[in-house]
């Protein structure tokens, strides 16, 4: 078993922060060598994910400086999940195994230890799990647990608390590649990909500067996305929801023939007015739900690359790897 480690941290915009991210990560490598926890050759690939603001010429400058860093961008913005795919993608190929945690320093370095310890024990995936939320704000804390508690209520498996710090190694690596859809949750893969896994806790911290890239509106659409990439079970529930209405339906029938042959037939405004607008909104949000599905499939059948690479910084001159 290697030991070669490479870090893989995913930065939009992250000027601010990424000097001292740099300076935090060179320490803790070098602690990590010497403790013979990973090798001299480890590396930190850090992916600008299209950034607007100067961190490209920041990598750009971390990587001259010190070769421990290597820089990876993009073509343009795909996203955090897509970026971290690249990242990830790139290390499967140099590495032994990755960690990847954000830049924003808010994944405790010094859990690093803990995970390369598992992974020395045999596990090929190792997850981040946070002990509490408490540096997070009231919104985000209630919006997370919802989430994770829909999604286990779906039926998807993925770790409560664990957001994307986590260790893989390289065969943990070759096998999430050979998951090919576009639609990316990563955190939902992992477990897919099986193998010996993990657990780390660690506290998450505040973000060390600059604002969160994920506002609400974000946050929605990666839910959204999370629950119809991994499980049917809403469109499920539009048949059961269908059969319930059908069947209320058999009874007004029944009802109406009862009040035609009584003769009671002016009255009724309240419930036609009332059952219009029920079961108008019922099928709007039921084709809502089966249009994402379908949304997804146009996109799935269309295998765009989720990510193109337009320059990798590397000592050796490595080619930039394809999203084949
Ligand atoms: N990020 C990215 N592309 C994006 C949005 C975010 O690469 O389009 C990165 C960001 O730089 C950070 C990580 O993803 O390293 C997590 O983002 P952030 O800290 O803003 O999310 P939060 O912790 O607030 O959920
Ligand atoms: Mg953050």
Not at 31 to 40: I, N, S
Not at 262 to 277: K, Q
């Amino acid at each position: 078993m290697g030991n070669k480690l490479m870090v893989v941290i995913p930065c939009y915009n992250e000027e601010e922060v990424l000097s001292e991210t740099a300076r935090r990560l060179t320490l803790k490598m070098q602690e990590l060598t010497q403790k013979g926890l990973c090798d001299k050759d480890s590396r930190v690939l850090l992916v600008d994910d299209g950034s607007k603001d100067g961190t490209w010429q920041l990598i750009h400058a971390l990587h001259k400086e010190n070769p421990l860093f290597e820089g990876l961008k993009l073509s343009r913005n795909r996203g955090h999940q897509n970026a971290l795919l690249a990242g990830l993608m790139t290390a499967r190929v140099h590495c032994d195994f990755s960690i990847s945690m954000d830049a924003d320093l808010q994944d405790d370095m010094d859990a690093m230890d803990r995970f390369i310890a598992e992974y020395q024990d045999g596990c090929d995936i190792v997850y981040g799990v946070r002990n509490k939320r408490d540096s997070d704000t009231f919104m985000k804390r209630h919006t997370a647990l919802t989430f994770y508690r829909l999604m286990k209520g779906l039926g998807v498996d993925i770790t409560y608390n664990h957001a994307d710090y986590r260790l893989m190694s390289r065969r943990a690596l070759d096998a999430l590649a050979e998951f090919r859809e576009v639609n990316l949750f990563l955190r939902g893969l992992a477990p897919l990909v099986g193998f010996q896994s993990g657990y780390v806790y660690y506290d998450r911290s505040e973000r060390f500067a600059g604002k969160s890239k994920y506002p609400f509106k974000k946050m929605l659409a990666f839910a959204i996305d999370g629950i119809t990439s991994f499980s049917v079970k809403p469109l499920r529930f539009i048949t059961m929801l269908g059969l319930v209405v059908f069947l209320v339906s058999l009874l007004m029938l029944l009802y109406t023939l009862i009040a035609f042959i009584v003769g009671h037939t002016v009255t009724g405004w309240t419930s036609t007015i009332a059952s219009i607008w029920l079961v108008g909104g019922i099928q709007l949000l039921s084709l809502g739900v089966i249009g994402e599905y379908i949304g997804k499939i146009y996109n799935e059948s269309k295998r765009r690359p989720r990510f193109i690479i337009d320059r990798y910084l590397n000592e050796k001159n490595a080619d930039p790897v394809k999203d084949e």
